[in-house]
């Protein structure tokens, strides 16, 4: 089966987010899925399988479970399939039977996304003592990706978080994550986030898309506007451009393929 790592939301090797897309010659169990992506060890592993014309069923697996939605894997995956087949749009359907529609928007891909809404919450101290924040503006939870927001108000403050993810971990139980926003404090930058997820994956995702699902319109409301640009300040750092359409997220963004090879099992 071929196999490849790409980086997302860049379009600079290594940085951006890495993910491996798995192309499935046949089903094969979720077991032997779930052994690969901890194998590879990458936050998420895609496996794609070819259904009826364009569509394909994609499944996402961290080194740990099973998500039924990853932006960044997503991302690359289609860029993989536009870049072998040469055509312009996709339909991908995850094991919830939901379909995603992606264009290939060069030197991007726009991906349409569902928008979700969020809901008020109070983060327990024991939270923000881990993560290193003394206060907040606002926060709240997606029940969708089971996913904490906290907005700060000061940008810079993002990089300079450096949480204790084991005293994160145990701050709170049944969530996948917890992302840290602010208002953009630089000329063109809309907004800026990173995301912290020891429950789910690994202890911080270097560029996550499907957070927009739900940080796209959150923010919207606040600066009044359909279409923004959003950057993740983690180490490797990450862009995307956000906006919505009716009841849909537009997310758009660059991929650098860095291998392709062969897996054998």
């Known amino acids: 089966m071929k ?5 997302s939301f860049t379009n600079v090797p290594f ?15 979720t077991e032997k899925m779930q052994m690969i992506a901890s194998e590879i060890g990458y936050s998420e592993t895609a496996f794609l399988l070819k259904e009826e014309n364009d569509q394909y069923l994609i499944r996402f697996f961290t080194p740990k479970q099973e998500l039924m939605l990853c932006g960044h894997a997503t991302l690359a995956s289609a860029y993989v399939l536009f870049q072998m087949e040469n055509n312009s749009n996709l339909v991908f359907r995850n094991a919830d ?13 726009t991906m349409f996304f569902p928008a979700y809404a969020v809901e008020p919450f109070t983060p ?8 290193g924040i003394k206060t907040y503006k606002e926060g709240t ?7 904490i927001i906290i907005e700060i108000a000061d ?3 993002l990089e300079k978080l450096t949480p204790d993810f084991i005293k994160l971990e145990h701050s709170y139980s049944g969530i996948h994550g917890v992302l840290v926003t602010a208002k953009g404090d630089k000329e063109g930058i809309d907004f800026v986030y990173r995301y912290f997820w020891p429950w789910a994956g690994t202890n911080e995702d270097p560029v996550t898309g499907g957070v927009q699902t739900f940080l796209t319109p959150y923010w919207a409301t606040r600066l009044s506007k359909n279409q923004m640009v959003a950057v993740q300040r983690s180490a490797r750092t990450g862009r995307m451009e956000t906006a919505i359409s009716d009841d849909r997220i537009l997310i758009t963004g660059e991929v650098v393929i860095t291998m392709e090879g062969e897996l054998k099992i």
């Open 3 to 7: 196999v490849f790592f790409a980086d």
């Open 15 to 29: 940085k951006g987010n890495p993910a491996a897309v798995v192309l499935l010659d046949r089903i094969i169990s």
């Open 97 to 109: 039977y939901q379909r995603f529609e992606l264009t290939n928007s060069q030197p991007g891909v």
């Open 124 to 131: 327990p101290p024991q939270m923000m003592e881990a993560i």
């Open 141 to 147: 939870y997606n029940r969708e990706l089971k996913i």
């Open 155 to 157: 940008a810079s403050l």
